[in-house]
C-alpha cells in the first residue's frame, strides 16, 4: 500500500493576486513564436522576462517565487506536444474554456481520437491532463503511450492514481495543492455555518406551502466562540484556520507532524492525539488525504468520543468516514449533525440511509466548484506539466511511498 508525499514549491498566495504579475509582464512584452506559459502561474523573483526586471513590490511579493520557470520553447513551424483528455465538454469532459487554455501549450487530443487513429497519436501524446479523475489511467493506456513523461492532474486528492505503477512506467504525477485551498477551505466553513443554523431546513420551511407561522423554538447553534477541531493541517487545513479565527473560534489541530509556524499564526492548539481533539470539538473538520493510514479514520469508536452536540464535517474524501457508523451515529444522536462535501460512492444510491435523515448536509463533493478554482486548478497542472516536459524542477510533483 502507499501514500504521497507532497514536494513543497514555495508558491504562496496562490490566488486572484497573480494576474498583477501577469499584466506586469504583458505590458512590457510582445507575444513571439515561442508558446509561454501564463505568467501568473510560473512567477519567479526578479525574473527578467525579454528585459523586464520585476520590482520587488511588497505586493506582489510570494508571487515571485522559489518555482522555476517552466517554459516549453517551441519555434515557429514545430508541433506541440500532446496531451490527452477525455473529451471536450459534455457531462464528463474537460470544460471548453479550459480546454482554450490547454490548447495555448499543447496539442489538445481526446481519447475517442486516440483510440480511432492510435498508431499516429500514441506517438505524440506526451501527457495526459486528469481532469475530474478521468480518463482512468490503467495498465493498458500506460502500455499503449510510449512517449508519456507526466501526468497532471488537476486537484490534489491522487487516490483514483496507482502512483507505484505509474511510477514503474517511468511517468511522474503532479497535483494541483495550491490552486485548490481557498475554494475547498470556503466550502467547509459554508458547511459548518450551514449546518449550525439549520440553513437547509430553514430554507425549505420558508418556501413551503405548508408553512403557516415560524417557530420561536427553531433554534440552532452557534459558530462564533465556538471549538473547531481540524484533522489535517495542510494547505486547506489551514487557511480553515484562517477562516475561523475571524470567527473568534477556538481552534484545534491534529496533524502527523506539528506545524508550530501555522499554530501561532492563527493561534491553534495542537492535540497530538486525535482523541483529546474529538472529545473537545464543537465541529469537527475532515481535511485529509485518502490513503490506507486514513481509510475509515473515523469511525464508531471516534464518533463515540464526540460530544453529543458536536457537528462532523468532511471535505476531504468519503472513505475517510465509515459511512454505517455515521449513519448509525445520527439516528442515535451521538452526534447532533453531520455536513459532508463528499461520500463513497459519488452519487450514493437514492436508497442510502443518508438521504432520510434529517440532521445531515450533503452537497455534491463542490469543494472547487468554482469559477476560479477550476481555472487556477488547470493553469497550474499546465506549469507541472511544461516543468516536466522541460526538464525543469516540478512545482508539484506527487510520489509513490
Known amino acids: ?61 510570494g508571487l515571485y517565487s522559489r518555482t522555476p520557470k517552466a517554459d516549453v520553447q517551441v519555434m515557429a513551424g514545430e508541433e506541440l506536444p500532446g496531451v490527452l483528455i477525455l473529451d ?4 464528463h469532459g474537460v470544460l471548453e474554456n479550459l480546454v482554450a487554455l490547454l490548447k495555448k501549450h499543447f496539442h489538445v487530443i481526446t481519447l475517442k481520437e486516440f483510440r480511432e487513429n492510435k498508431e ?12 475530474e479523475n478521468r480518463p482512468t489511467i490503467d495498465r493498458e493506456l500506460l502500455e499503449s503511450l510510449p512517449n508519456l513523461k507526466v ?24 497535483n494541483t495543492p495550491h490552486a485548490v485551498a481557498d475554494s475547498t477551505a470556503d466550502i467547509g466553513m459554508a458547511l459548518m455555518l450551514a449546518s449550525a443554523r439549520r440553513l437547509v431546513e430553514g430554507c425549505q420551511i420558508a418556501v413551503s406551502p405548508d408553512t403557516k407561522y415560524f417557530a420561536v423554538n427553531w433554534l440552532g447553534v452557534e ?7 481540524i484533522i489535517g493541517m495542510g494547505n486547506i487545513g489551514y487557511k480553515v484556520a484562517q477562516r475561523a479565527k475571524a470567527f473568534d473560534m477556538r481552534i484545534l489541530y491534529h496533524n502527523r507532524n506539528r506545524r508550530k509556524e501555522e499554530e501561532e499564526a492563527v493561534g491553534a492548539h495542537y492535540c497530538e492525539k486525535m482523541e483529546d481533539l474529538l472529545q473537545q470539538s464543537d465541529f469537527v473538520m ?30 476531504s474524501r468519503g472513505a475517510i468516514v465509515d459511512q454505517d457508523a455515521l449513519v448509525e451515529a445520527l439516528q442515535n444522536k451521538v452526534i447532533r449533525a453531520a ?33 476560479q478554482a477550476i481555472r487556477m486548478m488547470t493553469e497550474e497542472a499546465i506549469a ?18
Not at 500500500?1 to 490566488?15: A, N
Not at 471536450?88 to 457531462?91: A, D, E, N, R
Not at 486514513?294 to 464535517?313: D, W
Not at 461520500?343 to 468554482?370: Q, S, V
Request: charged share 20%.
Open 1 to 61: 500500500m502507499f501514500r504521497f508525499t507532497q514536494k513543497k514549491c514555495g508558491l504562496s498566495e496562490f490566488g486572484g493576486r497573480f494576474t498583477l504579475l501577469f499584466n506586469a509582464w504583458r505590458k512590457h512584452t510582445q507575444p513571439t513564436a515561442a508558446v509561454l506559459p501564463s505568467r501568473s502561474l510560473i512567477p519567479v523573483r526578479k525574473a527578467n522576462f525579454r528585459g523586464l526586471s520585476l520590482p520587488d513590490n511588497p505586493s506582489l511579493r
Open 88 to 91: 471536450v465538454g459534455g457531462t
Open 120 to 131: 499516429e497519436m500514441r506517438k505524440k501524446i506526451q501527457s495526459v491532463f486528469v481532469f
Open 151 to 174: 501526468i497532471g492532474n488537476s486537484g490534489v486528492g491522487v487516490d483514483h492514481l496507482d502512483l507505484k505503477m505509474i511510477s514503474n512506467f517511468g511517468v511522474k504525477v503532479t
Open 223 to 229: 459558530v462564533t466562540k465556538a471549538t473547531l477541531g
Open 286 to 315: 475532515l481535511v485529509v488525504n485518502l490513503t490506507p493510514e486514513t481509510h475509515k479514520l473515523i469511525g464508531k469508536k471516534e464518533l463515540g468520543l464526540m460530544k453529543p452536540t458536536a457537528t462532523l464535517i468532511n471535505i
Open 339 to 371: 455536513a459532508l462535501d463528499v461520500t463513497y460512492p459519488e452519487p450514493l444510491p437514492r436508497d442510502h440511509p443518508f438521504l432520510k435523515l434529517n440532521n445531515i448536509i450533503i452537497t455534491p463533493h463542490i469543494g472547487t466548484a468554482t469559477v
Open 384 to 401: 507541472n506539466i511544461l516543468a516536466v516536459l522541460n526538464g525543469k524542477p516540478i512545482p508539484s510533483e506527487v510520489f509513490p511511498k
